[in-house]
C-alpha cells in the first residue's frame, strides 16, 4: 500500500523559504506522476505543483517563479522548494500519489 509522509514545514517570515519534502513507500513511483497540493483555513484544497514522471513539472500561477517541484526517484521523495513565502502560502501541504495522500505538513507565513 502507498504511503506518504510529508515534512519540512514550519513558521517562517513573509520573504523567506522552507523546503518541503514526501517520502513515498509501497512500490516504485518512478512512472507516476507526484504533485503538491494545500489547503488553507476555511478553503478548498488546491493544486500547488506537479512533477511528471517523464520530466514535466506544472505550477499554480501565483507560485511560478517561487516554487520548484522536483523528485528523486532512487529514494521515492519529492520536493518542495519555496522561497520568497508571503502570508497567503499559509496552509496545509500535501503530497498526492496515485490518489494517496500524506498527512500533510504546516507552513505557516508571517508577514
Given at each position: 500500500q502507498v504511503q506518504l509522509v510529508e515534512s519540512g514545514g514550519g513558521l517562517v517570515q513573509a520573504g523567506g523559504s522552507l523546503r518541503l519534502a514526501c517520502a513515498a513507500s509501497g512500490r516504485s513511483f518512478s512512472d507516476t506522476n507526484m504533485a503538491w497540493y494545500r489547503q488553507a483555513p476555511g478553503k478548498a484544497r488546491e493544486f500547488v505543483a506537479i512533477s511528471g514522471y517523464l520530466g514535466t513539472t506544472l505550477y499554480l500561477n501565483a507560485v511560478k517563479g517561487r516554487f520548484t517541484v522536483s523528485r528523486d526517484?532512487?529514494?521515492?521523495?519529492?520536493?518542495?522548494?519555496?522561497?520568497?513565502?508571503?502570508?497567503?502560502?499559509?496552509?496545509?501541504?500535501?503530497?498526492?500519489?496515485?490518489?494517496?495522500?500524506?498527512?500533510?505538513?504546516?507552513?505557516?507565513?508571517?508577514?
Open positions: 526517484n532512487n529514494t521515492n521523495t519529492l520536493y518542495l522548494q519555496m522561497n520568497n513565502l508571503k502570508p497567503e502560502g499559509t496552509a496545509i501541504y500535501y503530497c498526492d500519489v496515485l490518489e494517496f495522500w500524506g498527512q500533510g505538513t504546516q507552513v505557516t507565513v508571517s508577514s
